[in-house]
């Protein structure tokens, strides 16, 4: 008899994680072994648990789950944990950070029951799955186009940030969480998030720890940071 898939389940909305454990619970093949609700409550779970696949919501109130899996990904613990990576917003920079972190697939949260499925039976197996509409061919040209990019991204003053993008570094950087940036901002957790995860992306790190480290390479943004003044030319 062959060993079920053991799966952990990492969302912060509880209607969403516990629809997506209804639906895995109906198959014979799958055992749901645990379920967080945070960034680094998912970590510790990984670690602890060691499930064969991980359902990891991109957005997270505390850590995004790029960074989850960038910090995972450094602990032997986890090195045969694959991950499929659960959004609603699959845009191709998603894709990118994705699959660059080391996941191994990404799906939408609309994505019907066969998509589920099939996205845990494929990264458990070690096999790329990108939903029913998205081929790994164009997931590879998507990589490719990014990587043409890097090189530019790779200069931190020729990133565009919009002026909310900078009211949240300017919390990030006082380390404040999304939260408590969006009480500050009288923004959503959600919308901090969102907005998290772009920066991370424009800038071309996993975690507030490299893009701080990216930004003390340039007396410019720099004097943004210290100054608090944002430059209507960033934007």
């Not at 507030?208 to 940071?225: G, P, V, Y």
């Amino acid at each position: 008899m062959e060993e079920s898939i053991r799966i952990l389940v990492v969302d912060d909305h509880a209607l969403v994680r516990n629809g997506i454990i209804s639906l895995l619970i109906t198959h014979p093949g799958f055992e749901v072994i645990g379920e967080a609700e945070t960034g680094h409550e998912a970590i510790e779970k990984i670690i602890g648990y060691q499930p064969d696949v991980v359902l990891l919501d991109i957005s997270l109130p505390d850590i995004t789950g790029i960074e989850v899996l960038s910090k995972v990904r450094e602990c032997e613990q986890a090195e045969k944990v694959a991950f499929l990576m659960v959004t609603m917003y699959d845009t191709k920079e998603y894709y990118y950070r994705a699959i660059k972190s080391g996941a191994l697939g990404v799906i939408n949260k609309n994505a019907g029951k066969t998509e589920l499925f099939t996205g845990v039976l494929r990264v458990s197996a070690g096999q790329r799955y990108f939903g029913e509409n998205v081929s790994s061919d164009e997931v590879d040209r998507i990589i490719a186009d990014f990587d043409k990019k890097k090189f530019e991204a790779n200069d931190p003053e020729k990133v565009s940030l919009t002026e909310r993008e900078w009211e949240i570094m300017f919390g990030l950087h006082d380390g404040l969480l999304s939260k408590q940036i969006a009480e500050k901002l009288g923004i959503s957790g959600r919308t901090v998030d969102i907005h998290r995860t772009n920066i991370m992306q424009k800038f071309q790190v996993t975690n507030s720890n490299e893009l701080f480290a990216k930004l003390e390479t340039s007396e410019k943004l720099k004097r943004i940071m210290n100054s608090r003044e944002i430059p209507k030319q960033f934007f």
